[in-house]
């Protein structure tokens, strides 16, 4: 992703709303020699690399540049010195240095380089990069993506300055038609705050508070808004409405995408779960287990004004179908709407395991409600989920 100071943005009505940076037609033929010389100079120095990619986005507006690069060096791959041993190196070879002060023959310095360094330089100019190998600039790539190409560039470029407007985001709102399941589960998974609706026309809302409504403001926060967006975006049927605050003091300003915008992620699609908690229940509880199928793709449960997708599904043989929420933890003021949230949820068979420390405070929702410590417990689990069952078929 890029940094705040490599976002290219444009005013469509100033002090109202803004659209990100989008690359042109006319712009790939440049993009291309970029990729160019990175694939050339595999082997080469970080530094090097950049610069001559520069060269290569000459034609390319000029604040549009080092966004690129930023972006081709996320794809390509460097290899350095890694932990400390560098630097001791750098220690060693002044310390020799000063014990020798001054050194004013070459030949000296070029002795006391070689005693230090390995392999030796054999250039003086070389000196710098071994001494400073672990410095970004003196990086090495080792390799670059055949099959990375302009388009590539261009739909990575897109996102990345569309993400890079979220950074700053208090409030973004997300209304889809389609895929709603999966949205909820890539804010999850972006460990986001959102909460949601249902609105006309069989649509559903989510709204996500930003760290400035809901907590101390931090830049985590708004990169994971940038990876929800990019999960997002393989989504269909969406629309986004930022709030953006672009300067301490500011009014927000709004932004707006849709799934009609175009914009394209080759991130993986986001993992099954989004905690090691629920990866070891699925893990221990296997596809199925007295006649229970486990089922990830959750069910919405009305939850009055709002919405519940809980995190797993189980569904008996003979029916009987019984949601699981499990409750982790989050900031006070959060834990007690979600437990608001669960309390308004009415009908469906609902499990909801919470941690030891909030059972008493879960006991008065209208579900089961299953205690764990450090993880939810099979001879826990079991008797709860056949209470469910009818006790006709039970017996039977």
């Known amino acids: 992703m890029l940094t705040k100071q490599q976002r290219v943005y444009r005013w469509i009505r100033p002090g109202s709303s803004i659209s990100s940076d989008r690359l042109d037609d006319e712009d790939l ?218 300067r301490k003091g500011w009014r927000p300003v709004l932004f707006a995408l849709s799934g009609a915008d175009g914009l394209r992620s080759r991130v993986p699609v986001p993992a099954l779960f989004d905690s090691r908690l629920e990866e070891t229940f699925a893990r221990k509880f296997g596809p199925e287990r007295g006649g229970w199928r486990l089922g990830r793709e959750a069910v919405i449960l009305d939850a009055g004004e709002a919405l519940v997708v809980p995190d797993f599904v189980f569904t008996h043989e003979d029916g009987t179908e019984v949601a699981l929420e499990i409750v982790g933890y989050w900031t006070p003021q959060y834990l007690q709407t979600k437990l608001d949230k669960l309390a308004a949820v009415r009908g469906p068979n609902l499990i909801v395991a919470v941690r030891k420390a909030m059972a008493v405070a879960a006991g008065s929702l209208p579900a089961t409600v299953l205690p764990f410590s450090s993880g939810i417990l099979l001879r826990d689990l079991m008797p709860r989920l056949e209470a469910f069952r009818p006790a006709r078929k039970r017996g039977g």
């Open 29 to 246: 033929p440049y993009l291309a020699r970029a990729i160019a010389v990175y694939r050339r100079l595999v082997g080469g120095r970080r530094g090097r690399v950049r610069e001559a990619a520069r060269g290569a986005l000459g034609g390319i507006q000029p604040d549009r540049v080092e966004g690129i690069i930023k972006l081709l060096d996320d794809v390509a791959t460097y290899e350095w010195p890694r932990g400390s041993r560098q630097a001791e190196v750098r220690v060693r070879v002044f310390e020799t240095a000063a014990r020798n002060h001054p050194v004013l023959e070459r030949d000296r310095a070029r002795d006391l380089l070689a005693a230090g360094l390995n392999p030796a330089p054999h250039r003086p100019e070389d000196a710098v990069p071994l001494l400073y190998a672990d410095y970004p600039e003196f990086h090495r790539m080792s390799a670059f993506p055949l099959d990375y190409a302009a388009g590539d560039l261009r739909a990575d470029y897109d996102l990345a300055q569309a993400q890079a407007l979220l950074y700053d985001a208090v409030r973004i709102t997300v209304e889809a038609r389609r895929d709603f399941r999966h949205i909820v589960q890539y804010a999850r998974l972006s460990r986001l705050l959102h909460r949601g609706e249902r609105v006309r026309g069989g649509a559903y809302r989510l709204v996500f508070d930003g760290p400035n409504s809901l907590l101390r403001y931090t830049h985590a926060y708004g990169v994971d808004f940038a990876k929800f967006l990019a999960a997002l975006v393989q989504a269909r049927g969406w629309t986004l409405t930022a709030e953006i605050v672009m």
